[in-house]
């Protein structure tokens, strides 16, 4: 199995009830201790500060576990405790204003390197269209192989 395991935050949604004219919705969640880490975004960034095989695989294998049909994207956190993630989806609905559906996935794997990772879990290369490329490739030499 794949020795690292990750987890998020608990988070609550707090539904204001309106007084007069005001009414509101508030989305909650503790901040991990530790140092906060943006490891990527919902439009294709990707740390270069720090580069983690961790949340990167994460977001191939939502994609892959999903058929292709969503992916955990915006990925930030302490370590491997994540918080305020943001899905893209193929038809590009559900998930707020965020979700930049099929162009959001293809920004990731513009961006993204296949990585041991990914490999363990047996993600599948992405196809880009022809004008992203022709998939996603090694980070490095070193990390080709398992």
């Known amino acids: 199995g794949v020795p690292k395991a990750i987890d998020y935050v608990q988070s609550y ?20 201790a530790g140092e ?14 720090l580069v983690r095989n961790t949340p990167h695989a994460f977001s191939h294998f939502t994609f892959d576990e999903s058929d292709g049909r969503e992916m955990v994207v915006d990925v930030q956190g302490v370590g491997d405790l994540f918080t305020d993630p943001q899905i893209h989806t193929i038809d590009g609905e559900g998930y707020g204003r965020g ?21 363990r879990l047996r993600c599948t ?22």
């Open 36 to 49: 906060f880490i943006k490891f990527s975004s919902n439009s294709g960034f990707v740390s270069d500060e």
């Open 13 to 32: 949604v707090l539904d204001i009830k309106s007084v007069g004219c005001f009414a509101a919705e508030a989305f909650i969640e503790p901040g991990p």
């Open 99 to 119: 979700n930049m559906g099929v162009r959001g996935i293809a920004l990731f794997f513009a961006s993204h390197r296949c990585n041991a990772i990914c490999r």
């Open 125 to 146: 290369p992405f196809n880009h269209s022809p004008d992203f490329g022709s998939g996603t490739i090694p980070a490095s030499q070193s990390m080709q192989t398992l």
